[in-house]
Structures are given as C-alpha cells and as structure tokens.
C-alpha cells in the first residue's frame, strides 16, 4: 500500500503554515470589473502575520 504525502499549505508572505480546517475558511471576493463581474475565491487569514491568502477559486453550483 502506497502512503500519501500531505501538502501543507503556507502563507505566501510569512511561510507560517496555514489552518485550512473548515471552520478557518471563508468567501472572498475579487471584483474584477463591471464587464466581467466578481470572482469568488475560499480564503483564509495566516495566523502568524494575518496576510489573506486565497487558496482555491469558486464556482457557482450548476442547476439542470
């Protein structure tokens, strides 16, 4: 059986590694502009020095 390696995440500007569990992650959004609207990002603030980091662009949900 082959083991997994964990990716941790780190801060982009500290190094520090992130708390990405649920409950540390919210919605950020990025307004581009009037033509091409918003982005939605999953976000998460560094515990060392507070820098947002964005770790993953969101999508909205597609409904048939």
Same mark, same amino acid.
């Given at each position: 059986?082959?083991? #997994?390696? /964990? $990716?941790? #995440?780190?801060?982009?500007?500290?190094?520090?590694?992130?708390? /990405? &569990?649920?409950? $540390? @992650?919210? @919605?950020?959004?990025?307004?581009?502009?009037?033509?091409?609207?918003?982005?939605?990002? &999953?976000?998460?603030?560094?515990?060392?020095?507070?820098?947002?980091?964005?770790?993953?662009?969101?999508?909205?949900?597609? @409904?048939?």
């Amino acid at each position: 059986m082959e083991t #997994m390696d /964990i $990716n941790v #995440m780190r801060c982009k500007v500290c190094n520090h590694p992130l708390n /990405i &569990s649920k409950e $540390n @992650v919210y @919605v950020a959004k990025n307004v581009k502009n009037l033509l091409f609207g918003n982005e939605d990002w &999953s976000a998460t603030d560094c515990p060392y020095c507070g820098c947002q980091n964005l770790l993953k662009r969101r999508f909205e949900k597609a @409904v048939k």
